[in-house]
């Protein structure tokens, strides 16, 4: 019989990270994990997908670059390297995770985890005895209806990034973040993509404004993009699929379905033990605790935003309050956001569309007016940002264009920090960059703008 002060299940972003912290923390740690570790985000999410939009957009940039008095002649792509490329980058993060395991005495147990009992973890016939239990198994991804994955012609979020050969009609279903990835991944190697989103608009969990500018984008980029439709049927035919939208029998070479996620708990044993859900995602407190003293719950398994850095974030947390320290609990509304298509959307904190009757003061600055994004070749976007009108508080930020989830991170500091306009105007900002564009928006909220 094996004891550990904690057991973990899942090795993902939030799995792998509290094990790491509560061995700081003088824990004695088991970590279970039946597939490679770093979970989906890094072995089939957030690193694979950013691999293949770094492929495409360097494809893209190539294609562009007799615009800058460069030429290259003829540009072609081999599809097979760009997903051999990507499985790469997985498996050397994944080694990297497997590396820290070892350097910081996490015992790894390969295999499918289930909770026996309060304390009691099974796993390949072995028993894990522990204090404390941390749930990070993660989400899957949902089907829609009694349309169903088959990886043939239906794909997963798997089968659209490693696929074997370039789809010529392609349809996605669904316009949240990861349909609008696979969109301006697929259309930037010249598939035509049709995508589909249920909801008014696409990117829903976003600012209505700059989800309104990613949807022109998008369409100025030769998508097809429908909203408020969903499909009314779907199956697989003769090399593709047949699906009916607004009454039409349309014909693609595959379809894509992602429609959200739901965790991933069926064989954990949480209903016997009388864990309490949230819809389909486990129910937790302020500092993670599930409703049975002793088991906690991180990540995606624990509901949206399933984002890996707020399962990291949890993983500190769950950690310190194993530990007996009094940590700060999740704050939801400082979650930072990113979407990377092309144009990347980023965002944190308070939409415009949910400010109800608060007063506010909102700033708008266009990237056609940023030296930096003009002589880069993306002067297409915008930052918004969003104040407290009696306070000056910074509530929220919203951007699109080139390279804005690498400066989203500026205004999440920021709102941690409890800043005001005040801060962010006397901020000197350098030149020339696209930072420059996130103190114009503070500007042009305060009616000071410079340079518009």
Same mark, same amino acid.
């Given at each position: ?48 997908? !950013?691999? *293949?939009?770094?492929? $495409?957009?360097?494809? #893209?940039? =190539?294609? %562009? +670059? ?75 991804? !949902?089907? *829609?209806?009694?349309? $169903?994955?088959?990886? #043939?012609? =239906?794909? %997963? +979020? ?295």
């Amino acid at each position: 019989m094996n004891e550990f002060d904690v057991v973990v299940i899942g090795g993902g972003p939030g799995g792998y990270a509290a094990a790491i912290r509560c061995s700081q923390l003088g824990l004695s740690v088991a970590l279970a994990e039946q597939e490679a570790l770093g979970g989906t985000c890094l072995n089939w999410g957030c690193i694979p997908t !950013k691999s *293949l939009l770094q492929s $495409a957009d360097l494809y #893209q940039q =190539i294609l %562009g +670059a007799d615009s800058y008095g460069i030429s290259v002649g003829n540009v072609t792509f081999d599809l097979e390297k760009m997903v051999d490329q990507s499985r790469q980058a997985a498996h050397q993060l994944s080694q990297g995770v497997a590396q820290l395991m070892k350097k910081n005495k996490v015992k790894i147990f390969n295999g499918e985890a289930s909770i026996q009992s309060v304390g009691t973890v099974g796993i390949n016939g072995e028993t894990l005895m522990t204090d404390s239990i941390i749930v990070a198994s993660g989400a899957e991804q !949902k089907n *829609l209806g009694a349309i $169903a994955i088959d990886g #043939q012609n =239906i794909w %997963g +979020a798997r089968e659209a990034m490693t696929p074997s050969k370039l789809p010529k009609e392609l349809l996605i279903i669904g316009a949240g973040a990861i349909g609008v990835e696979f969109a301006s991944f697929y259309r930037s190697l010249g598939s035509a993509v049709t995508l589909l989103e249920v909801a008014p608009e696409i990117l829903p969990a976003e600012d209505q404004e700059i989800s309104r500018l990613a949807r022109e984008a998008l369409v100025s980029r030769g998508i097809e993009v429908l909203v408020g439709q969903g499909v009314d049927g779907l199956e697989s035919a003769d090399h593709g699929v047949a699906a009916v939208i607004e009454g039409e029998v349309r014909r693609f070479d595959a379809a894509i379905l992602s429609v959200g996620v739901k965790a991933r708990i069926a064989s954990l044993g949480l209903e016997a033990l009388g864990v309490e859900m949230e819809g389909s995602f486990i129910k937790v407190g302020d500092r993670q605790q599930t409703s049975v003293p002793g088991i906690y719950a991180i990540g995606d398994v624990a509901g949206a935003p399933c984002l890996a850095h707020k399962a990291t974030h949890e993983a500190m947390i769950v950690s310190e309050v194993i530990a007996g320290q009094l940590p700060e609990p999740l704050r939801r509304e400082r979650i930072p956001g990113c979407t990377y298509s092309a144009p990347q959307v980023a965002s944190i904190g308070l939409r415009e569309q949910d400010a109800g009757d608060r007063a506010l003061k909102i700033g708008r600055f266009p990237l056609y007016a940023n030296g930096k994004s003009v002589v880069a070749g993306h002067p297409e976007g915008m930052i918004k940002t969003v104040f407290d009108a009696q306070t000056g508080a910074l509530l929220g930020a919203h951007m699109i264009g080139e390279g804005v989830t690498e400066l989203i991170q500026g205004f999440a500091v920021a709102i941690g920090l409890e800043t005001t306009e005040h801060e962010l105007i006397e901020t000197i900002f350098p030149h020339p960059t696209v930072s420059e564009a996130m103190q114009e928006s503070v500007l042009m909220a305060f009616d000071r703008p410079l340079h518009l």
